[in-house]
């Protein structure tokens, strides 16, 4: 795992831990508070899926990469 995607997740991390904590301490009625939590979690989702998009390009690249390199040795 790249320095870059440690960082990605890290923040990613400490962003749903701190909007969790800011719901939860908020003096709100319950409805509102569960719709908040869903959009939380649903933010949260779409960030994994952009991650994880972006982890499946460089895992390409990188099996894109070896497979060139295979190829030249065996020239």
Do not use: C, W
Not at 36 to 50: A, L, R, T
Request: hydrophobic residues 45%; aromatic residues 2%; proline residues 1%.
């Amino acid at each position: 795992m790249t320095s870059n995607t440690k960082i990605i997740l890290g923040m990613l991390a400490a962003a749903a831990a701190g909007a969790s904590i800011g719901v939860l301490m908020a003096p709100e009625k319950g409805s509102d508070l569960r719709r908040k939590i869903k959009d939380g979690i649903d933010e949260v989702m779409e960030d994994v899926s952009e991650l994880l998009a972006l982890g499946k390009d460089e895992m390409q690249n990188m099996y894109k990469g070896a497979t060139e390199a295979a190829q030249e040795m065996e020239s």
